[in-house]
């Protein structure tokens, strides 16, 4: 049966999360619809993509509002792509492990655990940092990677059932523009395959 998926952006980050989903619609690669693109904001960038492949669109400027929009659209998977409201608690009650989002930085599997490098160098977890900062901070401490988790959005901060990870090693020149630009490419394909294995398996 084909899923019902919500992607939720905002009017920060430059919507290739959003495209790489669409994309993975409509080669078929994920067996799901689009059912809405939800953004905060009217004026957000990433809406003429939604505009140019004819989706809907649904502005929710309050947080409160989100629940009852999501309930009515009936989706079985919501993607975070550059979402910045809160997401409350009672839409993460209705919705249990039905959210996804990316965060810049390698999550562990418990809130006590730590997650290795290919090189088996200890990863950063990142947690409390949003992408510039996190970027910034890979380049800053010198480890030998950077990383991003696909995970499910739990009660728990920057924590949540692990969907996939990725990783990219940090060369000596690189700027968080370099290191991003590099990583993000690796980001979006692990967002379209997490979201295949799901709309496949429905886990």
């Not at 080669?27 to 904001?41: L, P, Q, T, Y």
């Not at 792509?81 to 996804?100: H, R």
Request: glycine content about 6%; charged content about 25%.
């Amino acid at each position: 049966m084909t899923k019902r998926i919500a992607v939720l952006v905002s009017n920060i980050g430059t919507g290739t999360n959003l495209q790489a989903i669409i994309d993975g619609v409509n080669s078929g690669k994920i067996n799901a619809e689009i059912v809405a693109v939800i953004s905060d904001v009217d004026n957000s960038p990433v809406l003429q993509r939604v505009k140019e492949h004819k989706l809907p669109i649904i502005i929710c400027p309050k947080k409160e509002d989100l629940l009852e929009i999501l309930k009515n659209l009936k989706t079985d998977y919501i993607c975070l792509a550059g979402w910045k409201q809160i997401i409350t608690n009672e839409v993460l009650d209705t919705f249990p492990n039905k959210i996804l989002n990316t965060h810049p930085g390698l999550i562990p599997d418990t809130l006590d655990g730590v997650v290795k490098n290919p090189d088996g160098t200890e990863a950063l977890w990142n947690r409390g940092k949003m992408t510039n900062a996190a970027i910034q901070n890979f380049l800053d401490s010198r480890v030998t990677y950077a990383g991003c988790t696909n995970h499910l959005l739990s009660h728990e901060f920057d924590f949540g059932p692990v969907l996939g990870r990725c990783f990219e090693k940090i060369q000596p020149k690189d700027t968080i523009d370099s290191l991003y630009t590099r990583l993000k490419v690796k980001e979006n394909q692990l967002y379209v395959d997490v979201l295949a294995k799901l709309c496949k398996e429905d886990l």
